[in-house]
């Protein structure tokens, strides 16, 4: 079983930065590609960035030139920077493998005040 952490998630500024880390434990052989998602109160998960095992990576039009996503895979973490953040991008955020996807973990609150 694996176990995800996130962690790194507060209140902000609009324009701020946050960067968001995501710590995978347990029984690991490799992480595949892995994605950051967001869940805004009444709306759907989506997917915001994803980065592959070699670090090709892609990003929701929304979040696009301003959130960078990076991985390690010795310490099996997946990081998200985010810059220029707006209100819109207030949600709870959650990593997890994009292709079969673990156990959700807790996530991490972004509040992004105006």
């Known amino acids: 079983q694996v176990h995800l952490v996130e962690s790194g998630g507060g209140l902000v500024q609009a324009g701020g930065s946050l960067t968001l880390s995501c710590a995978a434990s347990?029984?690991?052989?490799?992480?595949?590609?892995m994605g950051w998602y967001r869940q805004a109160p009444g709306k759907q998960r989506e997917l915001v960035a994803e980065i592959t095992r070699g670090a090709v990576t892609n990003y929701a039009d929304s979040v696009k030139g301003r959130f960078t996503i990076s991985r390690d895979n010795v310490k099996n973490t997946v990081y998200l920077q985010m810059n220029n953040l707006k209100p819109e991008d207030t949600a709870v955020y959650y990593c997890?493998?994009?292709?079969?996807?673990?156990?959700w973990g807790q996530g991490t609150q972004v509040t992004v005040s105006s």
């Open positions: 347990g029984r690991i052989v490799s992480l595949g590609a």
């Open positions: 997890n493998q994009v292709y079969l996807p673990f156990s």
